[in-house]
């Protein structure tokens, strides 16, 4: 679907500057005809107690603050270039051409915490912030602060990022709007699309393959949203139908440094069936798809979202929700890097999975939640942000990992995976010289409150858990407040209270995750006989009134969970979850003579769930497994190859502890996944010589 160009008509009434703006969804899709779960506003939901709660002050006191910092130094590059481009500073530009966008984000993360704290302090600082950036853009529109001290021709070379760094320009500047109601952002954004729409809307042949990391997309339709120019949204499309519209010649591939079929232009996106290329920027290509599909309710446009879904969460996703399984290989028919490889395909130590991409899956699955109402898409959403975004982190906020495999080791040999700062590393860096994923993750955390519901047609949906209380509109203008208490994940039970409703029915739908199997549900005290089945959402539809309190009741079990039989890599092991939570081996847990390769797991091992409150000194509560694990004696082979003799094997008292919370107590080897003994604990089945045999 192509839409006629209408003339540009910004409603002055809609950019007046105001002190007390509303702040709506953070993807704001109320208007949006092809939603069924629409967004509540940005501060409807506010973290209280718990999991979630702790994150967010630590976020509040230690993420962003010390991002700010590094950002704005010397370390960070991303201001200094601001300022050098706006004739401030003296200087070169540094770091890499994509370090606008990065800074983007760091803003955009202050605006969501500025709309929960409302300090004050925060906008004065992006305000002398935004005042430089307005200064370093072009009279055109343009912004790119390497080019413009460069003197580089603008649209030259799509691997400088322009089309990233004006996609979270524009997201951050209608968070910013949104949240104030101020314009000196968001004019800088307007004016950048503008320039964006002027070159790119006639498709110039030499253009056609410009979108490489297509962020742009998301932030055009935000922008349409915010300011209703139809323009934006006629231009997000463009950048879809640009895929798979030109071959590629070889000298255009030396031209801009390619490798391979980065961003799935073999193809076009409607005929789609894999996921493929460069895993973040498919993602943010596909997150983009999702928010023009909800504008125009293009079938063939929700079709190839449902295949590419399929393909990325289904056949390529790892246990942690991570995506992108190689740094370098072959997805499709090209060598590619930070690569989707092919189905089941899934290593453990050289696994990559960038945090950008997990994050990006979460982003993805979070806006086809919002289209499908299918409760499959919040539980990879919680995957992630348990496992595979949180592991990005540190427990003090201040160390960042780039890749986020499932298996590390002493000795382990990284130099394949790069620069310093996308190193496979034991241990999180203070700073990361490609600092894309940090500012993503800390946005992520720092909006997640505004995942945690939806609105369907009458009601509130909850999709994540977590201690908090809400205050908001249904879809008929009704104000919805209630009280969300829970100790969730690590607890399994989650009490809703409602203290203000309407007098009408309408729905509550509660997410079952699908690992929740025999979930109980009651209302005051009293069984629902409502169907509680794991993977959907239960829905109960009564007339509320102010006291009532819905009590639902997870088992959370310890569950050990083996790869689908296509995954080598995970052959005859098992990794080990409680709920949404992957637990793994950590060294400091074994005797200083061991290591991860000399540990197996019991098949009839059993582990007691044991929270402490100060896991890594950091005061960062965590719930570990103790219980008793197999280390094998005569392990010590410096062969490739070995005969094999019957393993000898010692039980030992250790715990296993959450993945993301890994590499925080020194430098240490980890393994999710661990082979398996049958009977080796069971006094009866020992002497029995196939009992160490694995599965």
């Known amino acids: 679907m192509v839409f006629k160009k209408l003339p540009f008509i910004i409603c002055s009434f809609m950019l007046v500057q105001s002190a007390h703006a509303v702040e709506r969804g953070i993807n704001h899709n109320a208007d949006s005809p092809y939603v069924k779960f629409k967004n509540i506003n940005i501060d409807d939901a506010k973290w209280t107690t718990g999991f979630w709660s702790e994150k967010f002050d630590m976020l509040e006191s230690t993420m962003i603050p010390y991002m700010g910092e590094l950002l704005k130094g010397d370390i960070g590059h991303g201001y200094n270039n601001f300022k050098i481009a706006a004739g401030l500073k003296e200087g070169k530009a540094k770091g890499f051409p994509f370090h606008d966008g990065d800074f983007y984000k760091w803003m955009e993360s202050t605006m969501y915490l500025y709309a929960i704290n409302k300090d004050e302090k925060l906008l004065e600082q992006l305000d002398e912030i935004i005042a430089v950036i307005a200064k370093a853009q072009r009279p055109d529109g343009y912004l790119q602060t390497h080019s413009i001290i460069k003197n580089i021709k603008p649209y030259t070379n799509r691997q400088y990022h322009e089309m990233y760094n004006s996609g979270h320009l524009i997201n951050a500047a209608v968070i910013h709007h ?25 498709r110039p042949k030499h253009l056609a393959r410009f979108g490489f990391n297509q962020t742009q997309i998301t932030g055009l339709v935000e922008l349409y949203r915010e300011v209703k120019d139809r323009r934006y949204l006629e231009l997000a499309e463009l950048f879809i139908n640009m895929r798979g519209q030109v071959e590629a010649n070889l000298d255009d591939t030396v031209r801009i440094n390619m490798i391979g079929d980065m961003v799935q232009e073999k193809k076009p996106f409607r005929k789609e069936n894999d996921a493929v290329g460069h895993a973040v920027l498919a993602m943010y290509f596909y997150a983009g798809a999702a928010d023009v599909y909800a504008e125009t309710g293009e079938k063939a446009l929700l079709d190839a979202l449902n295949r590419v879904w399929s393909s990325a969460n289904e056949r390529k996703m790892y246990i942690t929700g991570a995506i992108g399984q190689a740094h370098h290989g072959a997805s499709g028919h090209d060598s590619v890097h930070e690569a989707f490889l092919q189905d089941y395909l899934m290593p453990n130590a050289t696994a990559y999975n960038e945090t950008c991409a997990n994050i990006t899956n979460a982003m993805f699955n ?9 409760a499959k898409h919040a539980d990879i959403m919680e995957t992630v942000l348990y496992n595979s975004a949180l592991s990005g982190i540190s427990a003090d906020g201040k160390h960042y990992f780039y890749t986020n495999p499932l298996r590390r080791s002493f000795g382990s040999d990284t130099s394949r995976f790069g620069k310093k700062g996308t190193t496979a590393t034991l241990k999180r860096d203070s700073y990361l ?17 505004g995942w945690s519901y939806s609105l369907p047609e009458n009601g509130i949906a909850v999709n994540i858990y977590g201690g908090n209380t809400l205050e908001t509109n249904l879809s008929d203008g009704s104000v919805l407040k209630l009280t969300q208490n829970t100790q969730y994940p690590w607890e399994g039970r989650v009490d809703i209270t409602i203290n203000e409703a309407k007098a009408e029915a309408f729905d509550v739908l509660l997410r079952i995750p699908g690992w929740a199997e025999n979930s109980t549900l009651k209302v005051n005290g009293k069984a629902t006989g409502v169907n509680v089945v794991a993977g959907t959402f239960a829905k109960l539809t009564r007339e509320w009134k102010a006291g009532d309190m819905i009590t639902l009741d997870m088992p959370l079990n310890i569950d050990f969970v083996e790869g689908n039989s296509r995954i080598e890599e995970v052959r005859n092991q098992v990794a080990v979850k409680r709920g949404p939570i992957v637990y793994v081996v950590e060294t400091p847990d074994l005797p200083k003579e061991n290591n991860i390769f000399d540990v197996y797991l019991a098949g009839d091992s059993t582990f007691t769930p044991t929270h402490t409150k100060d896991f890594s000194g950091s005061h960062d509560s965590v719930t570990t497994l103790k219980g008793k694990l197999l280390l ?25 502890v959450p993945y993301y919370a890994w590499s925080n107590r020194g430098v240490a080897e980890m393994t ?9 604990l069971d006094k009866e089945a020992k002497d029995k010589e196939s009992s160490w045999w694995p599965f």
């Not at 062969?639 to 030992?652: G, H, L």
């Open 672 to 680: 999710v996944f661990l082979p398996v003994v049958w009977g080796e």
């Open 433 to 449: 010289n490609c600092f894309c994923c940090p500012p993503n993750l800390i946005r992520t955390l720092a909006k997640l409150s």
């Open 632 to 656: 094998r004696s005569n392990n010590k082979k410096e062969n490739m190859y070995n005969k094999v003799s019957k393993p000898e094997f010692t039980a030992y008292d250790t715990q296993l």
């Open 366 to 374: 979070w806006r086809m939640l919002g289209l499908t109402g299918d």
């Open 178 to 202: 949104r949240v104030t109601g101020q314009t000196n952002f968001l004019d800088i954004a307007t004016k950048n699309a503008d320039m964006i729409y002027k070159l790119f809307s006639p």
